[in-house]
């Protein structure tokens, strides 16, 4: 065999090994169970400018909130070539920061300031198919669903948010060292069934409007042995709630934009 024909199969055969390390480490970190602990900063602002209210802000809550997220991930050859299934459940429980008035005050915003409690719960499922784009990364397109609740304390009485969301997303990963996963994560979809029910009696319940939803993200994922992984990441969640029609008492619900950042750290076990 001539020297150039052996130059060529052996930078074939490093070419190839390099993809199967590089996309095994990939599917390993798809492949796990995991909990993590969260933190996000709650970003949620009213806005008047409707059915003679002044045009501003009205109230806003802002403050970090604390938690945990439970998930499954897996990436195998069931249905087709790197089929990939994703479940998750996260619950915040804490406490935000309250700025606005009293309804018929005529005060202007920020002349009431208070600390309530805030209670999310979130579900998602996802469906994908990876893709192998290199000897090192991986892009899995992915549809999801999801159901979003937030439950807003204020003094005397309660609200509780709640819509679900569909969207398409893809998830762009790469492994540069054995071991080592970095992922970025984006997600473009739409809100739907938005609504809101209180314990009041001037407005117990009302239909929201439904808006668009995105969410970006970035984590990294590092293998201390073949099972045990730690895992830490960072995503911003947007979306609204429209404004709600007027009820016989005269009160309704206004427009309102929501947006969370959200930190993790957790550890998984691979499978």
């Known amino acids: 065999m001539k020297r150039s024909n052996i130059s060529i199969l052996v930078v074939g055969l490093a070419f190839s090994c390099a993809v199967q390390a590089g996309t095994d480490d990939i599917k390993v970190a798809n492949n796990q169970i995991g909990f993590q602990m969260v933190s996000t900063n ?14 501003g802000l009205m109230d806003t ?6 938690g945990f997220s439970l998930w499954a991930r897996l990436m195998k050859d069931e249905y087709f070539k790197n089929s990939y299934f994703e479940i ?15 309804i018929g005050s005529h005060q202007p915003y920020g002349s009431v300031e208070s600390s309530d409690s805030a209670t999310m719960n979130d579900y998602s499922v996802s469906f994908g198919k990876g893709f192998v784009l290199s000897s090192q990364v991986m892009l899995t397109p992915y549809l999801q669903l999801g159901h979003h609740q937030w439950d807003r304390g204020l003094g005397s009485y309660s609200e509780t948010y709640s819509n679900g969301y569909y969207g398409v997303g893809a998830m762009l990963q ?13 997600l473009v979809g739409n809100t739907y069934s938005s609504n809101i029910d209180t314990t009041t009696a001037d407005l117990p319940s009302a239909n929201l409007g439904n808006s668009s939803l995105t969410r970006f993200g970035v984590a990294v994922d590092y ?9 830490a990441g960072y995503d911003r969640t947007r979306f609204n709630y429209g404004i709600s029609g007027v009820n016989a008492y005269g009160y309704y619900e206004p ?17």
Do not use: I
């Not at 998750?88 to 009293?102: E, F, I, M, P």
């Not at 427009?255 to 499978?271: D, H, I, K, P, R």
């Open 223 to 231: 293998a201390f042995n073949n099972r045990v992984h730690v895992n």
């Open 88 to 102: 998750s459940y996260t619950r915040h429980s804490g406490n935000t920061k309250y700025l606005g008035s009293y």
């Open 42 to 55: 709650v970003d949620y602002a009213e806005t008047g400018g409707q059915n003679g209210a002044a045009a």
């Open 61 to 66: 809550e802002n403050g970090h909130v604390g």
């Open 174 to 186: 790469y492994s540069p060292v054995q071991k080592l996963v970095f992922t970025a994560n984006a």
């Open 255 to 271: 427009n309102s934009s929501t947006a969370y950042n959200t930190f993790s750290v957790g550890l998984s076990y691979a499978f």
